[in-house]
């Protein structure tokens, strides 16, 4: 079983900025993904970034410019620094981890999560 604990989230003005951490723990693999999702209550799990330890990160549109997605891997950790941050960032975000095992198993594990609220 692997464990992602998340920590960061908290309350925060209108234009204010978050950074968000996620650790992992077990050694993240050059197969592996991890990033973030947010959601709120009664609506879908969403895709607000991922990153790769071969360097590939992606953003959901709303996160592209305010978002930036960062990892460091030798604490198997990875950071989410949210910028800009408006009302409709309000969200419980989770980290998420998915990869596949030596033996062919695929993996797919899911944080606590984090409570993100902006509001003045």
């Known amino acids: 079983q692997v464990h992602l604990v998340e920590s960061g989230g908290g309350l925060v003005q209108p234009g204010g900025s978050l950074r968000l951490s996620c650790k992992a723990s077990?050694?993240?693999?050059?197969?592996?993904?991890m990033g973030w999702y947010r959601q709120v209550p009664g609506k879908t799990r969403d895709f607000v970034s991922t990153?790769?330890?071969?360097?590939?990160?992606n953003y959901a549109d709303f996160a592209q410019g305010r978002f930036t997605s960062s990892a460091d891997y030798d604490r198997d950790t990875i950071f989410l620094q949210m910028d800009r941050l408006k009302p409709e960032d309000t969200a419980v975000y989770y980290c998420?981890?998915?990869?596949?095992?030596?033996?062919?198993?695929?993996?797919?594990?899911w944080g606590q999560g984090t409570q993100v609220t902006v509001s003045s």
């Open positions: 077990k050694t993240i693999f050059s197969g592996d993904v």
């Open positions: 998420h981890l998915s990869g596949r095992y030596w033996s062919g198993e695929d993996y797919d594990y």
């Open positions: 990153v790769t330890r071969g360097g590939s990160i």
